[in-house]
Nanobody, 124 residues
Framework: QVQLVESGGGLVQAGGSLRLSCAAS????????MGWFRQAPGKEREFVAG????????NYADSVKGRFTISSDNAKNTVYLQMNSLKSEDTAIYYC?????????????????WGQGTQVTVSS
């Protein structure tokens, strides 16, 4: 099993920045790719960004392209999500997820392990 723990959420004004971290432990050698997802109240969980565990092939939802950057540090078993130019519509609980096969794709059902989530609130 892989355990994932997110951190770095908080309250920020519109236009500000936050960096989320996701620390992986356990059978990290089994991880193929990681993704960040978010879920706002009353909405379905949606893909934000994904990346292979080696740090290759980052991909993003259209809504965050040019503002968010996903990266990985294998030495620290950690994946990051740098969020700049935040908007009120970015307010959500952010989850990191890991999968044992394939790339960091947008399909929620393809991910095997999930963190508990971290709240991001952007005030306008």
């Amino acid at each position: 099993q892989v355990q994932l723990v997110e951190s770095g959420g908080g309250l920020v004004q519109a236009g500000g920045s936050l960096r989320l971290s996701c620390a992986a432990s356990g059978r990290t050698f089994s991880i193929s790719a990681m993704g960040w997802f978010r879920q706002a109240p009353g909405k379905e969980r949606e893909f934000v960004a994904g990346i292979s565990w080696s740090g290759r092939s980052p991909n993003y939802a259209d809504s965050v392209k040019g503002r968010f950057t996903i990266s990985s540090d294998n030495a620290k078993n950690t994946v990051y999500l740098q969020m700049n130019s935040l908007k009120s519509e970015d307010t959500a609980i952010y989850y990191c997820a890991g999968k044992i096969a394939g790339r960091g794709t947008p399909n929620v059902s393809e991910y095997d392990n999930w963190g508990q989530g971290t709240q991001v609130t952007v005030s306008s």
